[in-house]
């Protein structure tokens, strides 16, 4: 059974539009990322409001270190199923189909939206 530990958010500076998670595995590296835009659905369908606004990497960084433990069952579960499941193993990219199948809830409690002009709101 490979384990994941020393799970934390990357939070230095790099070019992917997501949350960026670092672990181990034993001495192996492992990188896992949860693109923006699943971020974003995945906090629309925890405020149930759909308020379509984008979230910033400040936010989904601050949302990752508080969901912290929900997120690294859900990358060690993806992780554990091997390089069959996973094509770029040991990166783990998590879909949104795989924050479904964990049943796994997003805390919001600590989200906090910044009021935009309406120019910056998604169109549907």
Known sequence: MMSLTQF?????????????LVARDGTERVEAFVGRKV??????SAEHHGGRQSLFRDQYNALGKL???????????????G???NRQHPFIEVLFS???ESG???DLSELVREVLPPAFHRLT
């Open 39 to 44: 971020m974003d659905v995945w906090a629309e």
């Open 8 to 20: 934390s958010v990357d939070e230095g500076p790099h070019s992917m539009d997501g949350l960026r």
């Open 98 to 100: 795989d924050i479904t």
């Open 83 to 85: 390089a069959a499941f």
């Open 67 to 81: 969901n912290l433990a929900a997120i690294q069952r859900i990358v060690s579960a993806k992780y554990q199923r």
């Open 104 to 106: 796994e809830a997003l």
